[in-house]
């Protein structure tokens, strides 16, 4: 039977309804659209990025679909919501330009030095585990609310964690100010670390590896360490709970939500764009998404001593997952693979009882789901 609003082809079809006449139509039509349909496919998979300056290009809904496909950290969202608020928002679109492409230097944590810093934090009592959290100096509101929830959570099953923020120095015109900020913030809290590069979205591969520096140089003695962006509700409950594993190795592990496969992206207009100059690979080696991930503390001392060898790229979660292919490790599932979590759709106080890891949009929520789910009396799951 033909459906009302058919294309073309089969209404012309039930016009001249005789057998012959339906097949012989039939034949080149179905060819022509099967043509058609491949070269719209081969021009909009093939040639993304040759095609991605005209605008036209960008507006069509296969492109912005095949692109959020093939972004690495799409679990992040496409939404400029959901851009994490742990970093200094990203300059427009028109001027993400890479670094210089003569960067090995840059990369290498030992070339800044930490202008606040908490030199004895691991050394007065050895945590068991180290949180690190890469924020933006101007983002209090962050800071705050992990110090009112998850990074309040100084003994865990009998375990000390310790939870510390990383921070790059502030730009823009408000910088002196900020600083001054920052200075008072860490006499109140003594939970601030600051390096002297500039703090900005495309240097979060720089802050990361000042994370395993400081690891490396101030905390050598603590078992696990984990970076965690500032978005994040982390239950340490279950954290600890996954350590603690027999199972779970004490050396050479990093877990968290695994990336296999992941395409380097070369659309120039992509938050996430990385040109073939900084890295030559067409797909990443196996890592671990960068809204957190946990390791042994064996590891940032290595990590550090072949950042030297890997070439700086702004994809700061695979940067550290090149580290681990580079000495000949990979990341590992957790035995519980499922308590890594993206995105959930709504706050379910079942589900965050059980998970390890969640992003949200707003600081606050951390503070409205903690309070949910550690101050309501009851079973979170009835
Ligand atoms: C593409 O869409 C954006 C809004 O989504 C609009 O501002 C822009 O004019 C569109 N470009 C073209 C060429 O249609
Ligand atoms: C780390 O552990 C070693 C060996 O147990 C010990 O000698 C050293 O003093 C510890 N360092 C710190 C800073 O606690
Ligand atoms: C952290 O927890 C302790 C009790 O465990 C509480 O007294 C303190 O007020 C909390 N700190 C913040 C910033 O909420
Ligand atoms: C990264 O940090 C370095 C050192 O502070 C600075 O020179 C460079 O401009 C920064 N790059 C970006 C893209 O912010």
Redesign the pocket.
């Known amino acids: 039977m033909e459906k009302q609003g058919g294309n073309g082809c089969k209404r012309q079809v039930v016009v001249e309804s005789p057998v012959r006449p339906l097949r012989s139509l039939v034949r080149p039509c179905f060819i022509f659209l099967l043509f058609l349909s491949t070269v719209i496919v081969i021009i909009l998979l093939g040639f993304p990025d040759r095609f991605s300056q005209t605008d036209w290009w960008k507006n069509l809904s296969l492109y912005t679909y095949y692109h959020r496909w093939t972004n690495p950290d799409r679990h992040r969202g496409p939404s400029p919501t959901t851009i994490p608020p742990t970093t200094v928002p990203a300059p427009p679109s028109t001027t993400i330009r890479p670094l210089p492409t003569n960067h090995n230097h840059l990369g290498y944590p030992r070339n800044y030095h930490f202008i606040v810093d908490e030199p004895d934090k691991?050394?007065t009592q050895?945590p068991f585990l180290v949180l690190i959290v890469p924020v933006a100096p101007g983002n209090l509101a962050a800071r705050d609310a992990i110090r009112r929830t998850w990074g309040n959570e100084t003994m865990v099953q009998g375990k000390k964690v310790q939870t510390l923020f990383m921070l790059g120095l502030p730009g823009g015109p408000v910088a002196q100010e900020l600083q001054e900020k920052v200075n008072q913030e860490s006499q109140v809290h003594h939970d601030l670390l600051q390096s002297n590069f500039l703090d900005s979205y495309l240097n979060l591969t720089i802050k990361t590896m000042v994370i395993m520096d400081w690891l490396a140089t101030h905390c050598?003695?603590a078992t696990y360490a984990m970076k965690i962006d500032s978005d994040m509700f982390l239950n340490v409950e279950n954290l600890m709970t996954m350590l603690l594993r027999p199972d779970v190795p004490k050396v050479n592990y990093l877990t968290g939500m695994l990336m296999w496969d992941r395409p380097v992206i070369r659309n120039p207009n992509s938050k996430w764009y990385v040109p073939v100059e900084m890295l030559a690979d067409d797909r990443y080696p196996t890592y671990t998404l960068g809204m957190g991930y946990v390791f042994s503390n064996d590891l940032p001392e290595r990590f550090v001593a072949v950042s030297k060898d890997i070439k700086l790229f702004n994809i700061e979660d695979a940067y550290v997952g090149a580290c681990m292919k580079k000495l000949g490790l990979s990341p590992t599932n957790s035995p519980d693979p499922w308590q890594w979590k993206a995105y959930l759709g709504k706050y379910n106080r079942c589900e965050f009882s059980k998970v390890i890891t969640y992003i949200l949009s707003r600081s606050s929520q951390i503070v409205e789901y903690w309070m949910d789910l550690k101050k309501t009396p009851g079973s979170p799951c009835h």
């Open positions: 691991c050394n050895t050598t003695n």
